[in-house]
């Protein structure tokens, strides 16, 4: 081989590497890019998860509250009523049972009041279960942007088309998934998170 044919070859080789580094540099641009999008969206999903599970704690000692001032009316109508049972005197009487009636109204109240706060409750958790599943998607779109970036990195230095078109197809099933999880569509995989998790 002359050397005028090594110069043509080595510069073939290098327009050919310099073309892929430029396609790499082009889509890891477009990965981290996307990458930091969904890390926004996966960190506010988890605030709102935070203040969803905290207003559900809040929910359920209210609840708590609510049953013990229940049980309280309770006994004390158990009590009313006894001393009722024991009571001759007529005026006595009529004021024991004015006080079961207030007393019994409570109770009915606080029941009514705690399906309400129950009810609330389970929304709360019902919301943090169904946010779960996109964070947990989101979680998985920046792990497997992560891994294409890092599969665009060896090939750079490799020149490895193999690596490039590995690197695409992680890289596009990351843009799957994170599209799917701006668009509410689950493409959860109990299976990785329980791994992850």
């Not at 109770?107 to 779960?132: L, P």
Request: proline share 1%; charged share 20%; with cysteine.
């Amino acid at each position: 081989m002359t050397e005028l044919d090594e110069a043509i070859s080595e510069s073939i080789e290098h327009a050919n590497e310099s073309k892929l580094n430029s396609k790499i540099a082009i889509f890891v641009a477009i990965t981290a890019t996307f990458m930091a999008i969904c890390n926004i969206k996966g960190g506010n999903i988890g605030q709102n998860m935070a203040k969803a599970q905290a207003q559900a704690v809040n929910n359920w000692s209210y609840f708590q509250s609510k049953s013990t001032k229940q049980n309280l009316t309770e006994s004390t109508v158990e009590l009313l009523s006894s001393q009722l049972l024991n009571t001759t005197n007529p005026v006595a009487k009529a004021d024991i049972e004015k006080k079961i009636a207030i007393y019994k109204e409570k109770i009915a109240r606080y029941e009514k009041e705690k399906n309400e706060i129950k009810s609330t409750a389970e929304g709360q958790e019902k919301a943090y279960d169904e946010m779960n599943v996109f964070d947990d998607q989101f979680d998985m779109t920046e792990a497997i942007l992560s891994i294409a970036i890092a599969m665009f990195g060896l090939t750079a230095l490799t020149q490895k088309k193999q690596l490039f078109y590995f690197a695409l197809i992680l890289s596009t099933a990351g843009f799957i998934l994170g599209f799917t999880g701006f668009l509410k569509i689950s493409l959860h995989s109990d299976f990785i998170s329980n791994i992850l998790g």
